[in-house]
């Protein structure tokens, strides 16, 4: 394919349909948007980060790997928890708006993270401990399943053609920015209180953080306007609607699926797994890893809107085959290369090198996601694809630590993140805009 690929301007019927926004009010909206998603993410980040210090305190056995595995099970939980949130909010938000709906999922969110912040350890509660905080990761899994997709979608849509990839891709940056963000805090936290403070009760504070500017972001949100594409659209789906069209869309389902999956596991594994897997397996300081992930975090929200913009230049097969076909040759010998010697240069070579290609896949692949997806159904339909895939990528430092445990590689997770590059390099080959008078092209 040569050129940008041929994706129509969204409307509600699929027909061309210019953004009404000036530039600034685009790119004021951009910001509005990118700032919630972000903080969602950021909460996502700091249990992430802290998962060895949280399961201490709420799942005590002794065993440090057994803590750790429990920590980041119960991290894997939420996202059990997304392809119902992305059904069910999905078709409300389809029904009441994008702007509603981004309201509703930040809500739900900062319920869930006051939960984490807020509940004593297991030596002061016992088993409701553990069990308040599964809740409140459920509650964000719920939330977070239709975070992603609903301001994908609305970015989307306010976007033009020839900018559709740069401006949503803004999305994607703004999860890097919540790993910036977390990585800092914990940074700043660790070399104020002390590894020993931040073990100890230190890790609530990134999270009462997150919960302190939830109300300016909720009014920053309740600015936003709702886009002409959902308003020029008369009847919207209802829920029997929605699961009937996903229903027959199923292969193109699928295809999502894929796609979004190489997206997940190198995002968790590059960002919520870097801290975990430079203290616990590679033996290094925490303040080390945390930097590391630090700077993967700076470089892949300056390069995703670069890629984003790339790909409204040259297509966005072009990138998504490029990276995943990188991924793949290249995941192993670099891994490999690391656990050998295991140092801070080379912990940072191999991050920012996989980081370039994550950057590079997904400067492409949401923006594609939103044009594959049909249109009267498109927030559900993408929230549910990639909540599916979310399921596979978010239980990655689970997967991870498990595949080093079991086969005593530390270079395994590099096998992780080749599966997920083929998953997402088949759905490449396949995968087409959608169109209304064919529903899926090979």
């Known amino acids: ?253 699928g295809i999502a699926v894929s796609t979004a999956v190489m997206s997940t596991v190198s995002f968790y594994v590059l960002t919520a797994y870097t801290p975990a897997f430079g203290t616990r397996i590679l033996h290094m300081g925490r303040l080390d890893s945390l930097f590391v992930t630090l700077c993967v975090g700076v470089l892949n929200c300056l390069l995703v809107p670069f890629f984003g913009a790339l790909s409204d230049r040259i297509g966005r097969k072009a990138l998504l085959k490029g990276a995943t076909l990188l991924a793949v040759c290249s995941a192993y010998p670099l891994m490999h290369w690391l656990v050998a010697a295991p140092d801070m240069a080379r912990l940072m070579t191999v991050e920012l090198a996989l980081a370039v290609l994550y950057s590079a896949y997904n400067g492409a692949a949401i923006a594609w996601l939103t044009e594959i997806v049909p249109p009267r159904i498109r927030t559900t339909g993408f929230s549910f694809a990639y909540s599916l895939a979310t399921c596979i990528g978010g239980f990655s430092p689970t997967i991870c630590t498990w595949l080093i445990e079991m086969t005593g590689n530390r270079a395994m997770p590099a096998l992780w993140l080749s599966l997920a590059a083929i998953c997402g390099l088949g759905a490449a080959f396949i995968a087409r805009p959608y169109r209304e008078d064919a529903d899926l092209r090979a």
Request: hydrophobic share 50%.
């Open 1 to 253: 394919m040569t050129g940008a690929d041929p994706t129509p301007e969204f409307s509600a019927s699929g027909k061309e349909a210019g953004s009404s926004l000036t530039q600034p009010s685009l790119m004021r909206a951009v910001s509005q948007v990118a700032s919630g998603n972000m903080l969602e993410m950021y909460d996502f980040m700091v249990f992430g980060y802290y998962a060895a210090d949280i399961g201490r305190a709420f799942f005590p056995s002794g065993n440090a790997q057994a803590e750790l595995m429990l920590s980041f099970a119960t991290f894997g939980a939420g996202f059990l928890m997304r392809p119902l949130g992305a059904l069910v909010l999905g078709a409300y938000i389809d029904r009441i708006g994008r702007r509603q709906g981004l309201i509703l999922t930040l809500a739900l969110m900062a319920v869930g993270t006051i939960t984490l912040a807020l509940t004593p350890g297991y030596d002061r509660i016992g088993i409701f401990a553990p069990l308040l905080v599964l809740c409140g990761r459920l509650i964000q899994g719920f939330s977070a399943g239709v975070e992603v997709g609903s301001s994908s979608v609305y970015l989307s849509e306010i976007a033009t053609e020839k900018n559709r990839g740069f401006v949503v891709a803004f999305q994607s940056a703004s999860i890097q920015l919540a790993v910036v963000v977390a990585a800092a805090v914990g940074f700043a936290l660790t070399s104020w209180l002390g590894t020993q403070i931040m073990s100890d009760w230190g890790w609530r504070l990134p999270l009462l953080f997150g919960c302190l500017i939830v109300p300016v972001l909720l009014f920053l949100r309740r600015n936003l306007q709702e886009t002409a594409a959902f308003e020029a659209e008369k009847n919207h789906p209802d829920l029997r609607e929605v699961f009937q069209t996903l229903r027959a869309h199923w292969q193109l389902g």
